[in-house]
């Protein structure tokens, strides 16, 4: 719900949102698993990571709502999944003893990841073909406080998912 603040592009965004995170959580577990450990493991930190790098995707996706096909939105999936996991495993190292940073539930990576490559994603399409589509009306800015209210709930839960145990 999160993606549909533009009057023309709501309910088609709230599919290719669907889209993104069924094709984009599997990609991600097989991934992940490959270039972490190495081998394929299904568990359920490979599943919660698998959805944290999904929200990457989904942060680009804001950018590109309306200028965008499906056979594109697979296209930027699939890549920026694999970039994602490339700086993840890679370059962040967080696969190691000691990682570089110390991020609770990949919010840095995360958001940053998704931001900077939804910038670049929408600087290679240009603009859109009608700009005045990109207004919003009533009944859009209501989903979208809906998925901000249910984001507000429950993100806390889901980023503290792949915490350690507290004492006690």
Not at 11 to 18: E, P
Not at 137 to 144: A, V
Request: net charge neutral.
């Amino acid at each position: 719900y999160l993606m549909t603040f533009l009057k023309a592009y709501g309910l088609g965004a709230v599919g290719f949102t669907m889209y993104i995170t069924c094709l984009g959580v599997e990609f991600a577990i097989i991934i992940e698993s490959f270039m972490g450990k190495g081998a394929l493991t299904i568990d359920f930190m490979s599943l919660l990571n698998g959805n944290f790098a999904v929200a990457a995707v989904l942060i680009s996706f804001g950018g590109l709502i309306g200028k965008i096909s499906p056979l594109q939105i697979t296209i930027v999936t699939l890549v920026e999944l694999t970039m994602y996991t490339v700086n993840k495993v890679y370059f962040l190292g967080q696969y190691k003893d000691a990682p570089l940073i110390a991020d609770c539930g990949g919010t840095i990576i995360i958001h940053v990841f998704g931001a900077y490559f939804g910038l670049m994603a929408c600087k290679v399409l240009g603009k859109p073909a009608k700009e005045t589509l990109n207004g919003t009306i009533y009944s859009s800015d209501l989903f979208s406080l809906i998925g901000t209210v249910f984001l507000w709930l429950f993100w806390p839960s889901f980023v503290a998912g792949g915490l350690p145990r507290g004492a006690g």
